[in-house]
């Protein structure tokens, strides 16, 4: 069984930045995509970032020139870079690894407010 443990979450005002981490353990198999979502109150989740196994990243309109992904295969470890953070960045961010199935982390809170 797949387990995914997410960091880095917090407070943190506008403009600034935040780096959230999540490793996956509990498999010897190589991860295929690795993404970052994120959910708001009363809204949906939605796809913030997301990189395959070849390193090919997209990303959410909202966060293009302010976010990066990146990963280390590794450590099975999937980070997110996220600069000039804006209040409507405020969510719950969830780490998704897909490995054969696809597996969720716990979600870590992100706040962007002054």
């Known amino acids: 069984q797949v387990q995914l443990v997410e960091s880095g979450g917090g407070l943190v005002q506008p403009g600034g930045s935040l780096r959230l981490s999540c490793a996956a353990s509990?498999?010897?198999?190589?991860?295929?995509?690795m993404g970052w979502y994120r959910q708001a109150p009363g809204k949906q989740r939605e796809l913030v970032a997301r990189i395959t196994r070849g390193s090919v990243t997209n990303y959410a309109d909202s966060v293009k020139g302010r976010f990066t992904i990146s990963r280390d295969d590794a450590k099975n470890t999937v980070y997110l870079q996220m600069n000039s953070l804006k209040p409507e960045d405020t969510a719950v961010y969830y780490c998704n690894v897909q490995v054969g199935y696809s597996y969720w982390g716990q979600g870590t809170q992100v706040t962007v407010s002054s």
């Open positions: 509990g498999t010897s198999s190589r991860i295929n995509a």
